[in-house]
Structure formats: C-alpha cells, structure tokens
C-alpha cells in the first residue's frame, strides 16, 4: 500500500490551495480517506475526513467553510482544497486512509492504517 501526498507550497496569506493523494495497493472505494496536518512542535491535528461510502464529509472546525475534501474513487484519488489560507495552517499535510473507522474516531490518528508522507504547506502573512 502506497499513499503519495503532493501540491503543498509556499503561498501568502488569502490563497488557495490543492493538495492531493493518490493511493494504490488498497481497495480505495472500502476506505475512508482523510487529511491531517501536524506543525513545528504539536501534535498530529485532524483536518477533514470522507466516509468510505462519500455520503458524508466530516471538517475540523478551524478550517470548515475554507477546506473541502473530495474522494474520487474512480482515480483513486482523495483531494483537500483549501481556501483563505491563513499562516496558522502552516503544517506537514498528511494523508491518511482507514477501513474500519466510525463516526467517533474519524478525528483519532489511530483509526487510520497507511498514511501518506507528507506535503509541507508554509502561508506568509
């Protein structure tokens, strides 16, 4: 199983960007996919999160109404558009994907089994 997150930069304040993942070796449309982000000195952070069956969509509160995440299963491919970036979602963006996670652990680190290696996303003020 492979994740490969890519598309994180440097943007000022106000931009947008695309990350994306795309996975192989695993039955993609069977797995809920999400994106986490850890900063300089704090803990692996949940960001936003697609159930393996698309029907729903779960956001941190700190990004919702400035990120989306899609799940294309026919690419095998899990998106995060991020919007009005702000300098505190500077970070490592990870992807992620679980089989077996349920709406209360969607947030937990420990509910995922792969995860990408990480695009760093720096925003300048």
């Known amino acids: 199983v492979q994740l490969q997150a890519f598309g994180g930069g440097l943007v000022q304040a106000g931009a947008s960007l695309r990350l994306s993942c795309v996975a192989c070796g695993l039955a993609f449309r069977s797995y809920t996919m999400a994106w986490f982000r850890q900063a300089p000195g704090k803990e692996r952070e949940f960001v936003a999160a697609e159930f393996r069956d698309s029907r729903s969509r779960s956001y941190a509160d700190s990004v919702k109404g400035r990120f989306a995440i899609h799940k294309d299963n026919a690419g095998n491919t899990v998106t995060l558009q991020m919007s009005s970036l702000k300098p505190e979602d500077s970070a490592v963006y990870f992807c992620?994907?679980?089989?077996?996670?349920?709406?209360?652990?969607?947030?937990?680190?420990?509910?995922?089994?792969?995860w990408g290696q990480g695009t760093q996303v720096t925003v300048s003020s």
């Open positions: 992620a994907a679980g089989r077996q996670v349920i709406s209360s652990s969607i947030e937990r680190h420990q509910a995922y089994h792969y």
